[in-house]
């Protein structure tokens, strides 16, 4: 059974930092990413990386402020984010596939339950 637990939300003033962490119990998964989902909006992409080869992409919201990283544990991914905004206010989801990414909307086969973000202006 996969399960996917995230954590390292929290509630930061604007301008600060948070690190998310993200560990996927089970199959080996050839990607794994970021999605993130505000109050009253739709869930959207954040950022994902590929297993091998270390390819990553990036929502335009985020580039150069968020960095997604791998673990040296298996299916381990991490979100640095810095300098956030009051915007980037969300729920943050982990998510993994067997497909690699390819673009900015990669298809995803499984979800964490998410961890809250909330940054304070």
């Known amino acids: 059974q996969v399960q996917l637990v995230e954590s390292g939300g929290g509630l930061v003033q604007a301008g600060g930092s948070l690190r998310l962490s993200c560990a996927a119990s089970g199959r080996t998964f050839a990607a794994m990413g970021w999605f993130r989902q505000a109050p009253g909006k739709e869930r959207e992409f954040v950022a994902a990386i590929n297993r091998i080869g270390g390819s990553t992409y990036y929502a335009d919201s985020v580039t150069g402020r968020f960095t997604i990283s791998r673990g040296y544990a298996k299916n381990t991914v991490y979100l640095q984010m810095i300098s956030l905004k009051p915007e980037d206010t969300a729920v943050y989801y982990c998510?993994?596939?067997?497909?690699?990414?390819?673009?900015?909307?990669?298809?995803?086969?499984?979800w964490g339950n998410g961890t809250l973000v909330t940054v304070s202006s």
């Open positions: 998510a993994a596939a067997y497909s690699i990414a390819t673009g900015q909307a990669p298809s995803m086969d499984y």
